[in-house]
């Protein structure tokens, strides 16, 4: 939404046009790892995978969102993003109560499957996050998905850890401890997102006040 002339916030800059790309090849790979995580979770009875997938999902639909927010104001953008860190903060509490099931089932998970497909999820978010990198002090909108490229790279080395450490064992506990990482993340970018769009709305506000 456009400011009127009395608003002291700037004018909207024209959309980034390399930060709409990097969105849009972020928003690939995001979503063609959902579908691939769901299957192989659901397969190897990986509780760390199948919250993984709905990590992908959510960054999908995340990066969507800011594609459609692009070159609109800050206080817009800001409330996208807060709605986003909202979403953030929402999936670390599921994967906690996730991995709370998966305890009482007791099942490992097949460790072989769940490290390859582990594999597969680092390699395309390392290159969703290279491909962001440059964005990671921009405004909330743009920091948000660059933490989520972030945590969900951070997240891909902890499966692959907990793989090994199931393989060796025959634990589920490596599976499990994963899941608590991924949500741990997903609470602390969640509040880091708040913050900053709860700053950047209040700036606007005071701005528009003047």
Not at 139 to 155: E, K, P, T, Y
Not at 171 to 180: G, H, M, R, T, Y
Request: charge should be neutral.
């Amino acid at each position: 939404m456009a400011c009127c002339d009395c608003s002291h916030e700037p004018a909207p800059k024209k959309p980034n046009s390399k930060f709409r790309t990097a969105l849009w090849i972020a928003l690939f790979i995001n979503l063609a790892m959902f579908f691939v995580e769901l299957i192989g979770g659901a397969y190897a009875h990986s509780s760390a995978l199948w919250a993984d997938s709905l990590d992908f999902f959510g960054d999908a639909v995340n990066y969507g969102i800011s594609l459609a927010v692009l070159g609109a104001s800050l206080y817009w953008r800001a409330t996208v993003a807060l709605l986003k860190g909202l979403t953030m903060a929402l999936f670390g509490f599921v994967v906690i109560g996730k991995s709370a099931y998966a305890y009482i089932q007791g099942i490992p998970p097949e460790a072989i499957t769940m490290g390859a497909i582990g594999i597969l999820a680092l390699i395309a978010n390392v290159v969703a996050a290279v491909v962001l990198y440059a964005f990671r002090d921009g405004d909330s909108n743009m920091q948000s998905v660059w933490l989520c490229s972030r945590n969900d790279a951070i997240g891909n080395v902890a499966v692959i850890l907990a793989a090994v450490g199931v393989f060796g064992t025959g634990s589920l506990l490596p599976d499990i401890i994963v899941a608590v990482i991924m949500a741990t993340l997903g609470l602390t970018g969640g509040y880091q997102v708040i913050k900053k769009a709860l700053q950047e709305r209040r700036e606007f506000k005071n701005a528009v006040k003047v």
